[in-house]
């Protein structure tokens, strides 16, 4: 019952919004605008088919590599980074500078560097999503109890079982947030560096469609991205209440006291 | 900082060899942007193996740090630390610490019985002797009956209980305790002040309890160690001669245990207003 109330409610804002572009599209003929039915039918004759494989697919492919990479290449590092007080020191401007980059503008750079490759895309995603994992991680690894330090201390865990033991759960729901950014970023520079220089992908696809008029399939492009998006968001939250299911409520407690 | 001499800190030794914790000349200054501050200035004193001795002193007065200093945790700026004769230089095997934060010490993402067993863990100790220490530790403590909860799903009190009883299973021969419940509330306080005489007389454990609560330091030691205020030195070592059984009623009732509380309450007092012990004074109490 509680399962289909929230299905309920999740559904209900998608469909009014649907009933709303379905009325107001309702006898137009605006050429870029098209109707929910038109818009459905080029969706099926667009998606299900070839294209999943020739594009939906190796676009999943690159995105994924890329954002596992980006969270375990920034967990790794913020982990060495936050635990040691000089590298941080040494770090910290360098990351700020980095950061700071825009990283679309490395498409041409990378371009130039590793030709129009698989590799230059995922390398694309990984520039742009570590930083937020990798900046999060540092803070979280920095920002642990020093009680809890202590007690880990006293009864001999370091090293090794400190960062498996101490060390990771206490920074993990920094970390989560840190992810969580990532992943967005990461479907951004997915299609970004498909639109810049590319013969197959979600973001070539879109830019063709739109550029030989098949406005239908453009938007239904537009749609398979927000489900990606979506479906990403679900793995994430259901990720999330897993890893963090003692933080969650531990700050209920809180709240409640 | 000020130009005085050191006085002769002053606590009960004994001949090398039978002490179990040694606490000789120990000196922390901090080192700070604002200068130095001497937390504690010389601090001499033994405990032999079995004791419970409660250490009490005027807030402020360096209690905390010369437990860190004691559990490795802190390197003292002169003086040393002996644990059965060895030097302590970093958080030894046989000492375990429960610390006054109970919400801040357990780890919170695990459950209370992987809190209890973690430490066993670490140690490369076998599944199935672990599972009984864990199993002793926690009936020990009254909490066999939420080995699944996770900690903050706890009251104060019981929380500190699974500190207790992570201690406990550690099988240390040292267990300091740093003013453990200072944060729980008056009744609980009285339950785990009789936990920890019984878990101390069962294991034969050698305890040092920090405490600011004159009350509880008389009730619980063998022995009070007043500290001064800081600088801090030992302002006196006195031994408390109540029946062994004790119990919250009976004991806290009985005219010897008034007297003692007055005694300690006035030195504390004294300390507070900077008396100084003389060294002579002091030597007299050290027999």
Same mark, same amino acid.
């Given at each position: 019952?509680?399962? *289909?109330?929230?299905?309920?409610?999740?559904?209900? /804002?998608?469909?009014?919004l649907?009933?709303?572009?379905?009325?107001?599209?309702?006898?137009?003929?605006?050429?870029?605008?098209?109707?929910?039915?038109?818009?459905?039918?080029?969706?099926?004759?667009?998606?299900?088919?070839?294209?999943?494989?020739?594009?939906?697919?190796?676009?999943?492919?690159?995105?994924?590599?890329?954002?596992?990479?980006?969270?375990? %290449?920034?967990?790794?590092?913020? *982990?060495?980074?936050?635990?040691?007080?000089?590298?941080?020191? &040494?770090?910290?401007?360098?990351?700020?500078?980095?950061?700071?980059?825009?990283?679309?503008?490395?498409?041409?750079?990378?371009?130039?560097?590793?030709?129009?490759?698989?590799?230059?895309?995922?390398?694309?995603?990984?520039?742009?999503?570590?930083?937020?994992?990798?900046?999060?991680?540092?803070?979280?690894?920095?920002?642990?109890?020093?009680?809890?330090?202590?007690?880990?201390?006293?009864?001999?865990i370091?090293?090794?079982?400190?960062?498996?033991?101490?060390?990771?759960?206490?920074?993990?729901?920094?970390?989560?947030?840190?992810?969580? =950014?990532?992943l967005?970023?990461?479907?951004?520079?997915?299609?970004?560096?498909?639109?810049?220089?590319?013969?197959?992908?979600?973001?070539?696809?879109?830019?063709? &469609? !739109?550029?030989?008029?098949?406005i239908?399939?453009?938007?239904?492009?537009?749609v398979?991205?927000?489900?990606?998006?979506?479906?990403?968001?679900?793995?994430?939250?259901?990720?999330?209440?897993?890893? /963090?299911?003692?933080?969650?409520?531990?700050?209920?407690?809180?709240n409640?006291? | 900082? =000020?130009?005085?001499?050191?006085?002769?800190?002053?606590?009960?030794?004994?001949?090398?060899? $039978?002490?179990?914790?040694?606490?000789?000349?120990?000196?922390?200054?901090?080192?700070?942007?604002?200068?130095?501050?001497?937390?504690?200035?010389n601090?001499?004193?033994?405990?032999?193996?079995g004791?419970?001795a409660c250490?009490?002193?005027?807030?402020?007065?360096?209690k905390?740090?010369?437990?860190?200093?004691?559990?490795?945790?802190?390197?003292?700026?002169?003086?040393?630390?002996?644990?059965?004769?060895?030097?302590?230089?970093?958080?030894?095997?046989?000492?375990?610490v429960?610390?006054?934060?109970?919400?801040?010490? *357990?780890?919170?993402?695990m459950?209370?019985?992987?809190?209890?067993?973690?430490?066993?863990?670490?140690?490369?100790?076998?599944?199935?002797?672990?599972?009984?220490?864990?199993?002793?530790?926690?009936?020990?403590?009254g909490?066999?009956?939420?080995? !699944?909860?996770?900690?903050?799903?706890?009251?104060?009190?019981?929380?500190?209980?699974?500190?207790?009883?992570?201690?406990?299973?550690? $099988?240390?021969?040292?267990?300091?305790?740093?003013?453990?419940?200072?944060?729980?509330?008056?009744?609980?306080?009285?339950d785990?002040?009789? *936990?920890?005489?019984t878990?101390?007389?069962?294991?034969?454990?050698?305890?040092?309890?920090v405490?600011h609560?004159?009350?509880?330091?008389?009730?619980?030691?063998?022995?009070?160690?007043? %500290?001064?205020?800081?600088?801090?030195?030992?302002?006196?070592?006195?031994?408390?001669? %109540?029946?062994?059984?004790?119990?919250?009623?009976?004991?806290?009732?009985?005219?010897?245990?008034?007297?003692?509380?007055?005694?300690?309450?006035? $030195?504390? =007092?004294?300390?507070? =207003?900077?008396h100084?012990?003389?060294?002579?004074? !002091?030597?007299?109490?050290?027999?």
């Amino acid at each position: 019952m509680k399962i *289909l109330k929230g299905i309920a409610y999740g559904l209900a /804002l998608p469909v009014i919004l649907v009933l709303i572009w379905w009325a107001s599209t309702l006898g137009t003929t605006n050429f870029f605008v098209p109707t929910p039915a038109t818009l459905s039918e080029a969706f099926a004759e667009t998606w299900f088919g070839e294209r999943i494989f020739s594009d939906v697919l190796p676009s999943i492919g690159r995105l994924l590599v890329g954002v596992i990479a980006a969270i375990v %290449l920034g967990i790794a590092a913020g *982990l060495l980074i936050g635990s040691v007080k000089w590298l941080r020191d &040494f770090t910290e401007p360098v990351l700020e500078f980095f950061r700071a980059i825009p990283p679309p503008v490395l498409i041409p750079v990378l371009m130039l560097l590793m030709g129009i490759t698989d590799s230059m895309k995922v390398v694309v995603i990984i520039s742009g999503c570590i930083w937020p994992v990798l900046l999060n991680t540092i803070e979280g690894v920095r920002a642990i109890d020093s009680v809890l330090s202590d007690s880990a201390h006293t009864y001999g865990i370091g090293g090794f079982a400190r960062v498996r033991y101490l060390v990771l759960p206490s920074a993990a729901p920094q970390i989560m947030a840190g992810v969580r =950014q990532c992943l967005s970023i990461g479907l951004i520079l997915m299609v970004i560096s498909e639109m810049f220089a590319s013969s197959e992908g979600l973001g070539f696809t879109i830019v063709q &469609f !739109q550029r030989s008029f098949a406005i239908p399939e453009m938007w239904s492009g537009i749609v398979v991205l927000g489900l990606i998006g979506v479906a990403m968001s679900l793995i994430f939250q259901w990720t999330e209440r897993r890893i /963090l299911r003692w933080y969650h409520g531990l700050r209920e407690v809180e709240n409640a006291a | 900082m =000020q130009p005085e001499t050191t006085p002769v800190s002053t606590g009960r030794t004994l001949p090398e060899g $039978q002490a179990m914790l040694s606490v000789r000349g120990v000196k922390k200054v901090y080192h700070t942007d604002g200068g130095d501050i001497e937390a504690v200035r010389n601090l001499t004193f033994d405990l032999k193996a079995g004791e419970l001795a409660c250490l009490v002193g005027p807030s402020g007065s360096g209690k905390t740090t010369l437990l860190k200093c004691i559990s490795g945790l802190l390197a003292p700026t002169e003086g040393e630390v002996l644990l059965d004769g060895a030097r302590v230089t970093g958080p030894p095997k046989k000492m375990a610490v429960v610390f006054q934060e109970y919400g801040r010490s *357990l780890f919170p993402w695990m459950r209370v019985r992987e809190n209890v067993e973690l430490p066993l863990k670490n140690a490369g100790m076998g599944k199935a002797e672990r599972d009984k220490l864990v199993d002793e530790a926690l009936e020990a403590v009254g909490l066999d009956h939420v080995p !699944q909860s996770y900690p903050w799903q706890l009251s104060g009190g019981m929380q500190q209980r699974v500190a207790i009883a992570r201690a406990v299973a550690y $099988q240390p021969e040292v267990l300091l305790m740093d003013e453990p419940f200072a944060a729980v509330d008056a009744q609980t306080r009285a339950d785990l002040e009789d *936990l920890i005489r019984t878990v101390w007389k069962k294991l034969g454990v050698t305890v040092l309890f920090v405490t600011h609560d004159i009350d509880e330091s008389v009730y619980l030691g063998q022995r009070v160690i007043i %500290l001064s205020s800081s600088p801090t030195v030992v302002q006196e070592d006195l031994e408390i001669d %109540l029946p062994d059984e004790r119990d919250q009623l009976n004991t806290r009732a009985l005219p010897r245990f008034t007297e003692l509380r007055h005694h300690v309450y006035e $030195q504390i =007092q004294r300390a507070k =207003q900077g008396h100084r012990p003389a060294a002579a004074t !002091q030597a007299g109490s050290a027999s």
